[in-house]
């Protein structure tokens, strides 16, 4: 088998990027005053005085097709609001608040259940409130079913953090994820199925305690809210960013004319290796759609390295030091020869 990509799969990073800028391309409507809409990258600032009320939504993608081929529906929820808080932080925001929008082809009162208890569990670990949510039938629109949401979040219009203050000399600093969290799951399914694997099959090589592939693959998305929320109150944090789809790309959104070179990344997990090995995917491919480990990075001066890593020590995390900041462009991976612009 040829080495599969993203785009191979159904899924074109870079045409979804071109689509995103002829949307953005015919918007052209801003209110003014309260509600002025004032930029943003992970998610969008919204004039309110003297506060900022941040908007962001997201869904849990195509990671909801497996929780049905394992019947098992009760993780999912906290995927849907770990990648909405994940994005509210990254502009220096707290999530507040939350919504779902749950599309079936058939409802399901069992799997709405499950579905509801992961949505409990997340909101408790962000610390948000679910102000209600919408449900819809369409059965000739789904196959099957979607979970997407949306979370309002709220920072001090002096706190905002949109990565203007980095500078040369900063550091990143990496925290490691739980996994795939929510991403690339469109290639993952792809080579399952040319592999022939059965995702009710042991994870191979005796890892991951016994776990089936399945069972790995649902490992819910890191949630990162209160212990990145205690950096920015303690720190001068200088940039923020979620490691989503578009792997280490996500970096660029933060700031133009800098060189993130990331020259000390950890080990990804095993689940990393299976996928590149499976499906014969490139490294450069592998770091431009999955984590790779990193579900979150933090950028600061070098001084304060050691107090942010205190922090997320303290919270349980394991993190480090991945990079640095320097003149030029693009984020580079200089052991791996990989380069991103």
């Not at 592999?195 to 069972?215: Q, T, V």
């Not at 997320?312 to 990989?338: M, N, Q, S, T, W």
């Amino acid at each position: 088998m040829e080495g599969l990509t993203y785009a191979k799969s159904g899924v074109d990073i870079f045409r979804e990027e071109k689509a995103v800028k002829r949307i953005l391309k015919s918007i052209k409507f801003n209110r003014d005053g309260i509600g002025r809409y004032m930029g943003g990258h992970f998610a969008g600032l919204i004039d309110f005085g003297d506060t900022v009320l941040v908007l962001c939504t997201d869904g849990v993608g195509s990671k909801v097709m497996i929780a049905n081929e394992m019947k098992k529906w009760d993780t999912i929820g906290i995927d849907c609001i770990a990648m909405n808080v994940n994005d509210c932080i990254c502009v220096g925001a707290e999530p507040i608040a939350f919504v779902d929008y749950l599309a079936m082809e058939k409802t399901d009162p069992k799997i709405t259940e499950e579905i509801g208890k992961g949505l409990e569990k997340g909101a408790r670990m962000a610390n948000v409130s679910i102000a209600g949510g919408e449900t819809a039938t369409l059965p000739d629109i789904i196959n099957g079913f979607d979970l997407a949401g949306a979370c309002l979040g709220y920072a001090d219009k002096k706190k905002i953090i949109l990565g203007d203050k980095i500078e040369e000399g900063d550091v990143v600093i990496g925290i490691e994820s739980s996994g795939l969290h929510s991403n690339g799951y469109t290639l993952v399914r792809k080579i399952i199925e040319k592999e022939n694997l059965s995702y009710d099959s042991p994870f191979p090589g005796g890892i991951y305690e016994g776990k089936s592939i399945g069972e790995v693959l649902l490992t819910p998305t890191k949630i990162y809210v209160r212990e990145v929320l205690e950096v920015i109150k303690n720190t001068d944090v200088h940039g923020l960013a979620h490691i989503t789809g578009g792997g280490v790309r996500n970096l660029l959104r933060l700031k133009k004319d800098i060189r993130i070179v990331l020259d000390n990344l950890p080990e990804p997990q095993p689940i990393f290796r299976f996928i590149q090995e499976m499906g014969k995917v490139s490294l450069k491919e592998m770091y431009q759609t999955f984590n790779m480990g990193v579900g979150f990075c933090i950028i600061v001066s070098k001084n304060l390295a050691d107090d942010v890593l205190d922090i997320l020590e303290r919270f349980g995390d394991r993190a480090d030091v991945i990079g640095y900041v320097e003149k030029g462009e693009g984020v580079h991976i200089p052991d791996k020869k990989l380069s991103y612009v």
